[in-house]
Nanobody, 130 residues
Framework: QVQLVESGGGLVQAGDSLRLSCVAS????????IGWFRQAPGKEREGVST????????AYADSVRGRFTISRDNAKDTVYLQMNSLKPEDTAVYYC???????????????????????WGQGTQVTVSS
């Protein structure tokens, strides 16, 4: 059984940083892509960043590129999202998700749509005040 448990969310001010963590169990991160999505009230879920199991290539939403960094530690079965220079528009529930498969990402790629991801965590709230 696949389980994804997110942590690290909270309430911060604009310009602050946060690091989200997602611990995975029941899935091999060396064979399956993993990433972060978010959903703000009244909006659709959107991809934030994903990382390839094959070569560690990454994809970022244009709105976070240059501010957020995704990384993974396969030994700890954990993926991280370092979020810097946070803005009020980053406020959302952030979800960790796994996609069966190991697609590589090209230069300045954006994350695949959430419908292509198979397993989801419960989410962690990030609130950025102005």
């Amino acid at each position: 059984q696949v389980q994804l448990v997110e942590s690290g969310g909270g309430l911060v001010q604009a310009g602050d940083s946060l690091r989200l963590s997602c611990v995975a169990s029941g899935v091999n991160l060396e064979r399956n892509n993993i990433g972060w999505f978010r959903q703000a009230p009244g909006k659709e879920r959107e991809g934030v960043s994903t990382i390839s199991a094959t070569d560690g290539s990454t994809a970022y939403a244009d709105s976070v590129r240059g501010r957020f960094t995704i990384s993974r530690d396969n030994a700890k079965d954990t993926v991280y999202l370092q979020m810097n220079s946070l803005k009020p528009e980053d406020t959302a529930v952030y979800y960790c998700a796994v996609q069966r498969g190991n697609l590589r990402y090209g230069y300045e790629a954006t994350p695949p749509p959430p419908q292509l991801f198979d397993y989801w965590g419960q989410g962690t709230q990030v609130t950025v005040s102005s």
